[in-house]
């Protein structure tokens, strides 16, 4: 028997609770395997409310990162311009990757991100959940005794 792993959907996925529309998505997108590993990322839930996205990128200035919310879509970006500083360097070892990146990641509805700070090498991200009233559950009072629906009694 053949079984889905669904663990690549989780860790690209801010605060859904839709598993269909979770299995729709991982049908569509690229094998597991192929999906990119660099930078590596944390998601965290820091509150009730509130969530990160750190992300490792060493070598990038706040000029080399672009962080873009479409729709439902939180885009980051990362590209590195080369200057004719480091042109002329010869590396003997190169260890920290400064190549070019791009990290999708899907929010679930009211999801907002709120900034993004770099320190020490890390992207931190801030989302927050902001559901709106309307949208939040409510309390429907129960009365005894008064028909809900008065209509008229045929004649």
């Not at 791009?102 to 509805?109: N, S, V």
């Amino acid at each position: 028997m053949r079984t889905i792993d669904f663990s690549p959907m989780f860790r690209n996925s801010v605060g859904f609770d839709r598993m269909a529309q979770l299995a729709d998505a991982a049908l569509r997108s690229p094998a597991a395997s192929n999906a990119p590993a660099y930078p590596p990322y944390n998601i965290e839930k820091v509150s009730e409310d509130d969530y990160r996205i750190t992300m490792a990128v060493a070598g990038f200035a706040e000029k080399d990162i672009e962080v873009t919310v479409n729709q439902n879509s939180l885009i980051v970006t990362g590209k590195v311009e080369k200057s004719e500083e480091s042109e002329g360097r010869q590396f003997l070892h190169r260890g920290i990757a400064e190549r070019a990146f791009e990290r999708r990641f899907e929010l679930a509805d009211f999801i907002k991100v709120t900034g993004a700070d770099l320190e020490n090498g890390l992207l931190h991200i801030s989302l927050v959940r902001e559901i709106p009233e309307e949208a939040k559950p409510r309390k429907i009072e129960v009365r005894s005794g008064v028909p809900a629906i008065e209509g008229k009694k045929a004649a």
